[in-house]
């Protein structure tokens, strides 16, 4: 294996316009980071869309930010309005999203955007083919791009290929639905080996191409008349020492150094020694179960009233596709609820729900991370979740509970948390009771458990076990030709 390049919806770093300015930041989400490390020690391209829409920039600052992307050995995939919207909020997050999270009600089948679809893949296909060389490798990512292996793989059968899916792999059942479920298939298996979060994603996976095509399986392998596909679970992990060393530096902090939302927080456990805080923190997306977490929290609040007062939520939301119907109604549901339970409970001084609908700072995460006593995650779907893994990640004294939904990959590796079914309002209400009345000692025998294993697997470990079975799957395929 020569070199490794990444291929992704999005590239790695958003444009800054300062006036006629132009200056590219890296962005810090868990994608980039784990990859960072392998498409430049492995002397790749990252190739993805910028960010921006094409039609609203003219051609010379188009070639501008072009060229400060070569800098940072990435290639843009330019996308026009059109594009976007039938390829990226069309059929990526109408139809591939809703369907693969089991919102079968939410998903359309649009023959427009399914074109699209096809079309924009082909341009990524096309830009990392024109990249790559024989025998170098390639890392595709995620459901936007579900046909680039095939399409790659057709033109240059001497590159290896991977594919990470990093949201659920439905059911067959649900997956059948699918008017395009065939060509979905035979896109992914243009892959070398294709990995998910979970063995039960996988699963899910080998039985859909077990009924639709009747290829065989023998283990975790595909066998495709001259090829092997190799399938297989990698649970993506956190940069965990990140996490774990700023929230140790936000612990030393002096009050002169502290954000202002830090001594917010300072203030409200000064008020009363018993005060209580739960987190919720999500992008604002109906798969994230916000209006039942909603719901259960004011459950909690009425089947305990010895606690009002005493606990707040704070909920972060991002926002996130706004663009998509389904996401406006969700906004103002999310509102309206937020709203209630603030009337019904609330008084003078006590707000129970803090609610932010924006992105904040990394140093803000990790204040909020370390100074909330529970964190409520509860997604009704979820391919894994990372923000379980930055709590834990964060709780320096082990102190904490973590209230978990069985519906995310996370949970898989989470058997200490505080496992619930995330639209049960009355489970998740007691669950809220237990985790804040857990003795402490039992709290740090949970939290000790899954810090140490969200260490072990981190994210450079999770694309470095994914980069050796990529050259495992080479190996086994050159074998498999030779005999
Ligand atoms: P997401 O659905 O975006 O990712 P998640 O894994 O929880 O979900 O990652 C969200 C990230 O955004 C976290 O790193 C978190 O810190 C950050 N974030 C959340 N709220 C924020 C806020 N208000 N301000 C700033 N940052 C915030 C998809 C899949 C997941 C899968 C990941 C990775 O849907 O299931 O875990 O990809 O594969």
Redesign the pocket.
């Known amino acids: 294996m020569q070199k490794i390049h990444i291929v992704s919806n999005r590239l790695p770093f958003s444009i800054k316009e300062d006036g006629e300015n132009i200056t590219l930041e890296a962005s810090v ?3 980039a980071t784990g990859m960072k490390s392998i498409y430049k020690d492995y002397g790749g391209t990252w190739i993805g869309w910028p960010g921006i829409d094409s039609d609203t920039i003219s051609n010379d600052k188009m070639e501008a930010i072009d060229n400060l992307f070569i800098e940072e050995k990435c290639a843009s995939v330019h996308l026009n309005s059109e594009e976007i919207h039938l390829f990226y909020e069309g059929f990526s997050n109408r139809t591939i999203w809703p369907l693969f999270h089991y919102f079968t009600q939410f998903a359309d089948f649009n023959q427009e955007d399914w074109e699209t679809y096809k079309a924009v893949n082909q341009k990524f296909a096309d830009a990392a083919i024109e990249t790559m060389d024989d025998g170098d490798a390639v890392w595709v990512h995620d459901y936007q791009l579900l046909l680039v292996p095939e399409m790659i793989k057709s033109k240059k059968p001497n590159v290896t290929i991977g594919f990470f899916l ?2 659920p792999f439905p059911s067959y059942e649900v997956f059948r639905m699918l008017p395009w479920r065939k060509e979905i298939i035979k896109g992914m298996l243009g892959a070398d080996l294709i990995g998910f ?1 979970t063995y039960d994603y996988e699963r899910h996976f080998f039985s859909c191409v077990r009924r639709l095509f009747g290829y065989e399986i023998s283990f975790n392998q595909i066998h495709i008349e001259e090829r092997i596909i190799i399938a297989d679970s990698f649970p ?1 992990g ?1 940069d965990y020492e990140k996490f774990l060393k700023s929230a140790q530096e936000v612990g030393m902090k002096s009050i002169t150094e502290k954000s202002e939302l830090h001594k917010e927080l300072d203030k409200y456990f000064l008020s009363s020694p018993d005060r209580k805080l739960i987190l919720s ?3 604002l ?1 109906y ?1 994230k179960g916000i209006p039942n977490r909603l719901k259960a929290f004011a459950r909690f609040l009425e089947k305990y009233p010895e606690f009002r007062q005493k606990v707040t939520l704070i909920m ?3 926002p996130s596709r706004g663009q998509v119907d389904h996401y406006q109604q969700l906004k103002k549901e999310v509102d309206e609820l937020v709203g209630q339970i603030n009337g019904a409970y609330g008084s003078i001084n006590y707000t129970p729900i803090w609610y ?1 609908y ?3 700072p ?1 140093n803000n ?1 990790i204040e909020l991370y370390s100074s909330c006593d529970v964190a409520l995650i509860t997604p009704v779907r ?6 379980a893994k ?1 709590y834990v990640a964060s709780r320096i004294n082990n102190t904490g509970a973590l209230i978990l939904s069985e519906m ?3 949970a898989k590796e989470m058997g200490e948390a505080l496992l619930i079914n995330p639209v049960d309002d009355e489970e998740m209400a007691d669950c809220i009771h237990q985790a804040l009345t857990m003795p402490v000692d039992e709290q740090k025998s949970r939290m000790s458990f899954m810090k140490e294993r969200i260490q072990r697997y981190d994210v450079f470990k999770w694309a470095n076990e994914f980069i050796k079975s990529l050259k495992k799957a080479e190996s086994i395929q050159t074998d498999f030709l030779a005999k």
Do not use: K, Q, Y
């Open positions: 989400g868990g994608l990093h949201i979060h993506m956190i923190i999500d992008r997306d798969t972060l939301a991002v932010f924006r992105s904040l990394f995460l979820d391919g894994m979740n990372l923000v930055e995310a990959g996370v």
